[in-house]
């Protein structure tokens, strides 16, 4: 058993709650453990000035750890990006694109903000999982008002980050697993099992191929249950209840 009681191939308690915000077109509140994201779409009718007279669309994503997300205030980016949250973002816009068909979506752009309201582990992989229903939330609003054809959304997208702690192969790491982990990793899938996006990083010992399948078949079970998670927030959203 892990320090929270978990076994080793179990997701903390994962919460998804959608219309969070009344005013974006896809809101939801995602809930892994202790880490929470609030993810909110915004669809604006123009496309970056690179895309334009191309009949395609465009989707983005932001994010941004809260200055008391983390156990130390975070401060605010507000000289530039670091690093780290470039290559989140563009993470996370690199799998939610991989859900739409762009050249459906037509001229207009989809941004999907992640803002980390509390840190505990995993808030990339927590972005994808939550972002993808916010951006499914803001292209069925699209498809009610027949602005766009219902085939827009081709597959859901979600993530989840493992490592190995101790010489144990661990899913769904919170921050004092990962902190600890001689190797962790951040996998993205489709709905149909493809693969996205696959982050894999030693920081005390090389791992092998064994261990790498390893990561990707644990990677692929987790992965399941967040999509029927997602598809079961879907539904409530469109019952009308949250």
Request: with cysteine; hydrophobic share 45%; charged share 25%.
């Amino acid at each position: 058993m892990r320090h929270d009681g978990r076994a080793w191939n179990e997701l903390r308690p994962v919460r998804l709650t959608p219309g969070f915000v009344e005013y974006a077109e896809g809101s939801v509140l995602v809930e892994f453990g202790g880490t929470r994201v609030l993810c909110n779409a915004t669809v604006e009718p123009t496309v970056p000035a690179w895309r334009q007279g191309s009949g395609a669309g465009w989707v983005t994503a932001e994010y941004a750890l809260l200055p008391r997300s983390t156990q130390r205030r975070t401060r605010r980016e507000r000289m530039g990006l670091r690093g780290r949250t470039h290559e989140i973002q563009r993470l996370i816009g690199r799998c939610l694109r991989l859900a739409v068909d762009l050249d459906l979506l037509g001229e207009r752009q989809v941004i999907v903000d992640c803002d980390v309201l509390q840190a505990d582990g995993g808030t990339r992989t927590a972005s994808i999982t939550g972002g993808y229903v916010a951006l499914a939330l803001a292209l069925r609003d699209l498809v009610a008002r027949d602005l766009v054809p219902a085939g827009v959304l081709v597959t859901p997208v979600a993530a989840v980050s493992l490592g190995l702690v101790d010489g144990r192969l661990l899913l769904d790491l919170d921050y004092e697993e990962d902190s600890s982990a001689s190797a962790d990793f951040n996998l993205a899938m489709t709905g149909d099992g493809h693969l996205v996006e696959v982050q894999g990083t030693a920081e005390g010992a090389a791992y092998d191929r064994a261990q790498l399948d390893a990561v990707l078949d644990l990677a692929a079970e987790g992965i399941e249950r967040l999509l029927a998670l997602q598809q079961e927030a879907l539904a409530r959203a469109g019952d009308g209840g949250a």
